[in-house]
């Protein structure tokens, strides 16, 4: 069901008003939003995964720790395949990866407390 135009407007203003406040989350969230999970990697990694633990069971019933060990990594390295996202940008998300904003010269609290006081600052005005 489409938007109607007062609530596409809405989510216009939402989204001009959050890309005001914090450009950082936008631009994450943007970025996010271009990325999904494949079904190529779920069928693959999930192949990976069932391998890894035929081979891990192997190992037990053998009672060869190693070949354990290694089945249980191939079964680790399959999930993460399986669940892994990939960028659809393609050239675009390679170019925005490139650009990357300066380091701040506060640390992670300094910007925390900076951001805080500003939104203090904008609470006293209303």
Do not use: C
């Not at 081979?55 to 990594?73: K, T």
């Not at 191939?74 to 960028?87: D, H, K, L, N, Q």
Request: net charge neutral.
């Amino acid at each position: 069901m489409p938007l109607s135009e007062h609530e596409q407007r809405l989510l216009d203003q939402l989204e001009q008003q959050l890309h005001a406040d914090d450009p950082k989350f936008a631009s994450h969230m943007e970025s996010a939003s271009g990325r999904s999970l494949s079904t190529r990697h779920i069928v693959v990694g999930s192949l990976i995964a069932v391998a890894g633990i035929l081979v891990l069971l192997i190992g037990i019933s053998n009672q060869i720790i190693a070949l354990g060990v290694l089945g249980f990594i191939v079964m680790g390295a399959g999930v993460y395949w399986a669940t892994s996202r990939r960028s659809g940008g393609g050239k675009d998300a390679s170019s925005k990866a490139g650009k990357s904003s300066p380091p701040s010269k506060g640390g992670f609290m300094s910007n925390l407390e900076n951001r805080w006081d500003e939104r203090r600052q904008g609470e006293d005005r209303q």
